[in-house]
């Protein structure tokens, strides 16, 4: 089993690849820090799990996540994350991952969650309750006000909310500024806001890894 750990922090890139190197028919084939070197990973290496993290830098784990279904469908991933709030489990299994599994959990949980989504089934880390899990996976939690955004969207907001101005965006993004203003004009229309002050906050409200 072809397994691909994606982490930003190399320590826990290395311990992770340790633990799972011991479990015998699993083999670490490569890692990553990043969403975008995930995806490209993935292309190159075609795994059959991907251990991914949900905060990452420039393209976060849900957005990459997404990406690498698109492409390649018979993957499974598994969001690693310290957070257990229902935005970012809900998110994560929308975008296609298999499991969720918290960073305080045991690595037991981890190579359970392996066993579970190689088998077909869905799984989640027991510190989240079953009564939230049945809402998830039958689509009765609300649907996050920024899924509606495009990929391209969320990266702008993004550098929007790390204080970047439109000229910088084009810059980091490759487009023009008129571009960019474009895609802010959308997402405030799409989020209901009226202001970059409200763009940041509602993010920072949802507590989103987008940023």
Same mark, same amino acid.
């Given at each position: ?34 969403? +975008? ?24 784990? *849900? ?64 510190? *989240? ?17 920024? +899924? ?20 910088? *965006? ?42």
């Amino acid at each position: 089993m072809k397994i691909l750990v994606v982490d930003d922090h190399s320590i826990v890139r290395d311990g992770l690849a340790v633990l799972l190197e011991l479990e015998v028919g699993l083999k670490v084939v490569g890692s990553a820090a990043t969403g +975008e070197e995930a995806v490209q990973a993935s292309r190159r290496l075609m795994p059959d799990v991907i251990i991914m993290d949900l905060v990452l830098p420039a393209l976060n784990g *849900i957005d990459a996540t997404r990406s690498i279904i698109e492409e390649l469908p018979q993957t499974r991933v598994i969001m690693l994350s310290a957070s257990k709030t229902p935005e970012h489990v809900y998110r994560a299994l929308r975008a296609g991952a298999r499991g969720y599994v918290l960073k305080t959990a045991v690595g037991a949980e981890l190579l359970r969650a392996i066993e579970e989504v190689v088998a077909g089934r869905q799984f989640v880390s027991s510190a *989240i309750t079953a009564l939230f899990v049945d809402g998830v996976l039958s689509g009765t939690i609300p649907k996050s006000p920024f +899924e509606n955004l495009s990929i391209r969207e969320r990266e702008v907001l993004r550098h929007v909310v790390a204080g970047s101005t439109s000229g910088q *965006i084009a810059q980091q993004l490759s487009l023009s500024p008129k571009t960019i203003e474009t895609y802010r004009a959308r997402m405030m229309v799409k989020l209901g806001v009226d202001n970059r002050a409200a763009l940041i906050r509602l993010t920072l409200e949802y507590e989103l890894p987008a940023v």
